[in-house]
């Protein structure tokens, strides 16, 4: 396995071991942390972290996931770098990899972060596009495996905007690590069928199964895991609120949804999650189309069910290990 130098673009570049060793890399990470032992394996290195849209969890993840190995930041707010504007992603990937060991980007097409690696000598990772976010599938899948013990053979039930970015990279991973995949939501908002097709053959070799539904119940009995994300992703047009709420409301994550599953069920979401009013999109749309819970009914979101702190936890503990392998030999030569 050879991951020295390899960038990380999407899930579906990697096959099921490499998948394996990263989720294995990470739990290392996380009892060194756990253990308080020390593992600057960089000192020496830089990392640049460039993000086109905001984020609180992948910064902060990259950040100290970085401060842990050793190397050296720099962020690139929204507003604060020139790439785009004035000047292309390909210099700006020529002009980052000159002064830094690996680049981070989150952004809009994933054209964009393919084009960067393209340009770029050192790994570019991906922290989000409108198609893929796979540093959150791998932390999403430790946090299931933590609290399973295995991964083969579950159900992972994805409700809600089933062609977004996290659905995408659900998908892929259910797909490679030979987990079943149901994702549910509705017609308009089915995932791509190219996609589908792909993952459906990887998901075959590895005796798992991919399920595109409009039915709630197909999840009955079966879901060993409920994720749901925001109806409406960033970079989306806001007047799409309505037409959204409209057609996802009856995708809401309830207890009762959750009971209809399996006693057993867990409940996961990339956050940040709209549950409650205690922020100000929240607040807007409750004013506007008078709901006050979105994707999530709060009485599960606060449940002991809901894994989603340990999610945002294991963000960062899966980025410092997708970091780590690509850029180790470096530092061994
Ligand atoms: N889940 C996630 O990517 O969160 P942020 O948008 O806060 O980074
Ligand atoms: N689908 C969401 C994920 C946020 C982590 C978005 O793109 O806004």
Known sequence: MDFYGRDFLRILDFNEAELRYMLDTARAFKELKQQKKSHKIFPNNNIAILFEKTSTRTRCSFEVAAHDLGMGVT?????????????????????????????????????????????????????????????QVLADFLTIEEHFGKLKGLTLVFVGDARNNVANSLMAMSAKMGVNFIACGPEELRPNDKLVDECRAIAEQNGATITITSDLKELEGKADAIYADVW?????????????????????????????????TIFLHALPSFHDLNTTVAREVNEEFGIAEMEVANEV???????VFDEAENRMH???AVMFLTMYKKEVK
Not at 79 to 91: F, L, P, R, V
Not at 301 to 307: G, K, N, P, Q, V
Request: glycine share 8%; aromatic share 8%.
């Open 301 to 307: 979101f606060e449940s002991d069910r809901s894994l």
């Open 232 to 264: 409406l992703s960033m970079g989306e047009d806001k007047k799409k609120w309505g037409e959204r709420i409209e057609q996802l409301k009856k995708y809401q994550v309830t207890m009762d949804l959750m009971n209809r599953a399996k006693p057993t």
């Open 318 to 320: 899966t980025i410092k």
């Open 75 to 135: 962020y690139l707010d929204p507003t604060g770098s020139q790439m785009g504007h004035k000047e292309s992603i390909a210099d700006t990937a020529r002009v980052l990899a000159k002064l830094y060991d690996g680049i981070e980007y989150r952004g809009f097409g994933q054209d964009v972060v393919e084009t960067l690696a393209e340009n770029s000598s050192v790994p570019v990772w991906n922290g989000l596009t409108d198609e893929c976010h796979p540093t």
